[in-house]
């Protein structure tokens, strides 16, 4: 069946590192893949979107890149900040049904 | 701009109950999704509207849920009868071009 796997370990950076958070997908090809960020009590909030023609994105200090021969994304936060604690989700879509990973908790100590 | 409102964001029911969640998107937005999710979990998609027609409702158990979107625009999600493992966080969503979606702060059901 299609699936997003995300590492469900929390992720644990001092200040200041950069934050990289994996995003692994099986038994499908997606069109594009999203990244959100979700805190406690909220829903999630949209960050980045990559396309599967598009080897990387930049926004402010994120950067997001698709690899389709790995079947993978990874997500970067530089200059990691304590504000930056949060659960990040990846994404699917486009050709196929609307995916979500279970998310990988962030948490940036000062 | 006004975000997705979603209403309530907190019922409590008894089980075998019946329960409506309401959401109103974005203005303009044509795109609407209803999504469950568990704690620890990522969202899983229920139902997707465009316009006032459902065009992926392969997820929705539809032996209890039920959804609509009568005007295409805002849209109420139905539960009857509600089970123990219906709880969880209920998230509208609304998107213009069907890509980047804004979510509501959804509302958090608990089935007693």
């Known amino acids: 069946s299609q699936k997003i796997e995300q590492n469900s370990e929390a992720l644990n950076i001092q200040e200041g590192k950069t934050a990289t958070l994996t995003c692994n997908y099986t038994?499908?090809?997606?069109?594009?893949l999203q990244w959100y960020r979700q805190d406690p009590g909220r829903g999630p909030v949209f960050l980045l979107l990559?396309?599967?023609?598009?080897k990387e994105k930049r926004k402010e200090r994120l950067k997001v890149t698709f690899d389709t021969t790995l079947k993978q994304s990874l997500f970067h936060i530089t200059a990691s900040q304590p504000a930056d604690s949060a659960t990040y989700l990846c994404s699917s879509g486009g050709y196929n049904k609307l995916i979500f990973g279970a998310g990988t908790r962030l948490a940036v100590h000062p | 701009e006004a975000g997705v409102v979603q209403s309530p964001r907190y019922k409590i029911i008894e089980k075998k109950q019946p329960v409506a969640f309401w959401c109103n998107p974005i203005s303009g937005h044509n795109t609407l999704y209803w999504y469950l999710q568990n704690l620890g979990q990522g969202p899983e998609l229920l139902i997707r509207?465009?316009?006032?027609?459902?065009?992926?409702d392969s997820q929705l158990p539809k032996d209890r849920f039920s959804a609509e979107r009568l005007k295409g625009v805002d849209s109420t999600l139905k539960i009857q009868p509600a089970e123990l493992g219906d709880s969880a966080v209920y998230l509208c969503?609304?998107?213009?071009?069907?890509?980047?979606?804004?979510f509501g702060p959804g509302t958090r059901l608990t089935v007693l």
């Open positions: 990559i396309r599967e023609n598009e």
């Open positions: 509207y465009e316009n006032e027609e459902a065009v992926d």
């Open positions: 038994n499908y090809s997606p069109a594009y």
């Open positions: 969503a609304s998107s213009s071009q069907g890509n980047e979606q804004f």
